[in-house]
């Protein structure tokens, strides 16, 4: 079974996203990240790259989970996110 990151190094990440994958196939690392709308985005970890928005089907097939899988752990996330501001 695959697991979402805990943490990351990538600086460009935003604080209070969700983890989805961090991809390192060269020198650059690329986080994918889902925010509280529930909108996913990727970013590289060099100094001024920006986050640009991805489809469900590239961080799928970065993750090895399913559509449903990442909806699901978005969701759960999301219920922790609300509860803990409250």
Do not use: K
Request: aromatic share 12%; with cysteine.
């Amino acid at each position: 079974m695959n697991t979402l990151p805990t943490a990351t190094l990538n600086r460009n990440v935003p604080a209070e996203v969700l983890l989805l994958a961090e991809d390192q196939r060269t020198q650059i690392t690329t986080t994918y990240y889902a925010d509280s709308r529930g909108y996913c985005w990727r970013v590289a970890d060099w100094p001024g790259c920006r986050p640009e928005p991805v489809y469900l089907g590239e961080v799928s097939e970065s993750t090895g989970l399913t559509y449903h899988s990442l909806r699901g752990e978005w969701g759960y996330w999301r219920r922790n996110l609300s509860f803990m501001a409250a």
